[in-house]
């Protein structure tokens, strides 16, 4: 079955450290790819897409991803993340419009 | 421009009761999704409709689980009976149809049910 699968339930970082938040997906074809956050008590906001083209994404709030086709990885990085940061994390993929399928999302806790 | 507008944001009901929620797409969008959320995992899409028709509504328990969206506009989910299971968040998003595939879709702040 097609699917997008968000190897890390949890993971904590420094402020000011680095993030790399694993995603992977397991579709036929080349799948279209997003990263979604969600702050407690709101909808999910779009961090960024892919579809075609470059393979290294720019989303906003300093994000980026790389579609990685021979890992089948679709990771969200971040150079140095702040307490806003602090949320959940939701890859998500497909194939056709509107069949996204949502990975069960990493939480992410940032120390002072 | 207004985001995707939905209420209410909290509900608390008995088991069996009937419950309503509703959602106001982003104007244009044609197309909208309602989903579940449940805790600690990612949204389940429930129905799509592009318009005012349903192209999937697969994963619609339809025994107590109905929707409309009768203009093509706004819409409204409802569960009738309810179960203590269905407590979670229903989430509701729109986008507008990309001939390319996979819309981006745009999320409201969703919908927090409580069965007791």
Redesign the interface.
């Known amino acids: 079955a097609q699917s997008v699968t968000q190897p890390d339930?949890h993971i904590t970082v420094s402020e000011g450290a680095s993030l790399e938040l694993r995603c992977n997906y397991s579709y036929g074809a080349t799948p279209?790819l997003?990263w979604?956050v969600q702050s407690p008590?709101?909808?999910?906001?779009?961090l960024l897409?892919y579809?075609s083209g470059d393979t290294l994404v720019q989303g906003i709030k300093g994000f980026e991803a790389e579609f990685k086709r021979s890992q089948s990885s679709f990771n969200l990085r971040k150079p140095s993340v702040h307490w806003s940061d602090a949320a959940e994390y939701?890859c998500?993929g497909?194939?056709?419009?509107?069949?996204?399928t949502?990975?069960?999302?990493t939480t992410l806790t940032v120390k002072p | 421009e207004a985001g995707v507008v939905q209420s209410p944001r909290y509900k608390i009901i008995e088991k069996k009761q009937p419950v309503a929620f509703w959602c106001n797409p982003i104007s244009g969008h044609n197309t909208l999704y309602w989903y579940l959320q449940n805790l600690g995992q990612g949204p389940e899409l429930l129905i799509r409709y592009e318009n005012e028709e349903a192209v999937d509504d697969s994963q619609l328990p339809k025994d107590r689980f109905s929707a409309e969206r009768l203009k093509g506009v706004d819409s409204t989910l409802k569960i009738q009976p309810a179960e203590l299971g269905d407590s979670a968040v229903y989430l509701c998003a729109s986008s507008l149809s990309n001939p390319e595939g996979a819309d981006t879709q745009y999320f409201g702040p969703g919908t927090r049910l409580t069965v007791l």
């Open positions: 339930i279209y997003f979604y008590g709101q909808g999910l906001q779009l897409k579809f939701f998500a497909g194939t056709n419009a509107g069949k996204s949502f990975g069960d999302g």
